[in-house]
């Protein structure tokens, strides 16, 4: 049985900091390539951030330069460090694994940035 569960999600002031993660299980995780999207209030679900099994990594031009993925193949896990983050990153966060005739999702995290 597949799990990513997602945790780190919380209410955040403009300009604050937070790191999400995804702990997997039921897959080989480092032949993955994993992601983090993202689902607003109205709007379609987005690619966030990437990041391939070999370790290459991909942004949204939304996000470049405030977030960082990263992933620890001895902990099955992958990252999202959010910093300054803005009221438009106000979303429901979700972790996505990927490869050839497999795809899974977790539940998604809330993240919220307001006063």
């Known amino acids: 049985q597949v799990q990513l569960v997602e945790s780190g999600g919380g209410l955040v002031q403009p300009g604050g900091s937070l790191r999400l993660s995804c702990a997997a299980s039921g897959i080989i995780f480092r032949l993955y390539n994993m992601g983090w999207y993202r689902q607003a209030p109205g709007k379609e679900r987005e690619l966030v951030a990437a990041i391939t099994s070999g370790g290459n990594t991909y942004y949204a031009d939304s996000v470049k330069g405030r977030f960082t993925i990263s992933r620890d193949n001895a902990r099955n896990t992958v990252y999202l460090q959010m910093n300054s983050l803005k009221p438009g990153d106000t979303a429901v966060y979700y972790c996505?694994?990927?490869?050839?005739?497999?795809?899974?999702w977790g539940q998604g995290t809330q993240v919220s940035v307001s006063n």
């Open positions: 996505n694994a990927a490869r050839v005739n497999a795809e899974y």
